[in-house]
């Protein structure tokens, strides 16, 4: 993958990230008090037979232990956070290097 589409997908995960985040800032600030969404509540919300379908595929390709250990605990981080750490991560990995000039005698 080349770093132009690693920046890109970046930029596309911290759009997400900061439309949850305003998201649950909006419900903060209606209900007056501290409003978090999990990721994998926000995703029953819009498509409930993508998730449901999305965790019988997991368990049937691989043990269903899977789910259970890594794919829910994921699920159950607030969805800015989620999407916010993958787009940096991307961001970090797709950086510009800084180019270094050796000079050998």
């Given at each position: 993958?080349?770093?132009?589409?690693?920046?890109?997908?970046?930029?596309?995960?911290?759009?997400?990230?900061?439309?949850?985040?305003?998201?649950?800032?909006?419900?903060?600030?209606?209900?007056?008090?501290?409003?978090?969404?999990?990721?994998?509540?926000?995703?029953?919300?819009?498509?409930?037979?993508?998730?449901?379908?999305?965790?019988?595929?997991?368990?049937r390709m691989?043990?269903?232990?899977?789910?259970?250990?890594?794919?829910?605990?994921?699920?159950?981080?607030?969805?800015?956070?989620?999407?916010?750490?993958?787009?940096?991560?991307?961001?970090?990995?797709?950086?510009?290097?800084?180019?270094?000039?050796?000079?050998?005698?």
């Amino acid at each position: 993958m080349t770093v132009w589409a690693l920046r890109f997908f970046a930029s596309v995960l911290m759009l997400i990230a900061v439309i949850a985040a305003v998201s649950d800032g909006t419900r903060t600030m209606a209900a007056e008090r501290l409003v978090v969404t999990s990721t994998g509540e926000q995703w029953a919300r819009i498509a409930p037979n993508s998730l449901k379908n999305s965790q019988n595929w997991v368990q049937r390709m691989t043990h269903p232990l899977v789910w259970e250990t890594a794919v829910r605990p994921l699920l159950l981080l607030p969805a800015w956070a989620l999407f916010g750490g993958l787009g940096f991560l991307l961001a970090y990995i797709g950086r510009r290097r800084r180019r270094v000039n050796v000079f050998a005698n």
